[in-house]
């Protein structure tokens, strides 16, 4: 395929993107929102011994950013690229020389994009507004902030590919999306939850990521094993959209 082709894509993808005002709201927009009402509850802006003199809202801007992440990945990527599947657009597409991995990669790029304002967002508000600081190893929270969106949004790319209907796609993504909120900490911030229920969590891709900021946050380097399970599930996750991902519905 050709870079023409590539570019072509990627801009018509930007002007339908551009037309969905109720997706740029949930994943630049409500992050921050969900922070801010947070924020606005006093007892969240005490520092708390037990999470060694962190307040539970400096905890909640990683939640706010992953936040981002899962409504990109699991909320508004799938039920697009399986709504055209199900209109015949990608049966069509498939006369021209755009590939597969064209339409993915647009896709990915522009929900990225999104995903990278609404994070930029969240610290700012965070800062700005009740005073939580900037990550103290900034290098190693856009590592971490790097793999864990490659991750949620592999994951939408992978259930694009096996759902077979918009309707199917939807359904997917709301057990991903609440699997992924608990996993992110949106009801428990990670580090406050038990000691065993982290290790299960630290296991999963945003689980993961969770652990990671907060380690990047307080100036420390994110651990190895943190590292290791979102570069895993980044390469099983596209190795799925990849493998699977179809122009038409299955038995046509």
């Known amino acids: 395929m050709t870079p023409s082709a590539s570019a072509a894509v990627l801009k018509a993808e930007a002007r339908l993107f551009a037309r969905e005002p109720g997706n740029l ?141 918009s309707k199917a796609a939807a359904a997917l993504g709301s057990v991903a999306f609440f699997s992924m909120m608990f996993t992110a900490g949106v009801w428990i911030p990670v580090p406050a939850m038990p000691e065993l229920l982290q290790r299960i969590v630290a296991f999963t891709p945003l689980g993961a990521a969770s652990l990671g900021l907060g380690e990047a946050a307080g100036g420390g380097w994110p651990s190895w094993l943190h590292l290791v399970v979102l570069v895993v599930w980044i390469r099983v996750l596209a190795g799925v959209a990849v493998r699977w991902f179809r122009w038409e519905q299955p038995g046509r």
């Open 25 to 165: 709201f949930w994943i630049v927009l409500s992050p921050t929102v969900l922070l801010t009402i947070l924020g606005l509850i006093p007892a969240f802006r005490e520092a708390d011994p037990d999470l060694g003199g962190r307040r539970i809202i400096d905890l909640y801007v990683p939640v706010a950013v992953l936040t981002a992440m899962i409504m990109a990945g699991v909320q508004a990527m799938p039920p697009v690229l399986s709504g055209y599947r199900e209109r015949g657009i990608l049966r069509r597409m498939s006369t021209t020389p755009v590939r597969p991995n064209a339409l993915l990669a647009a896709q990915m790029g522009l929900h990225g994009a999104a995903v990278l304002c609404s994070v930029a967002l969240a610290i700012t508000v965070g800062r700005v507004a009740f005073g939580v600081a900037f990550p103290g190893r900034f290098a190693a929270y856009a590592l971490i902030l790097f793999l864990a969106m490659l991750s949620a949004l592999a994951l939408g790319a992978a259930l694009s590919a096996v759902a077979r209907s």
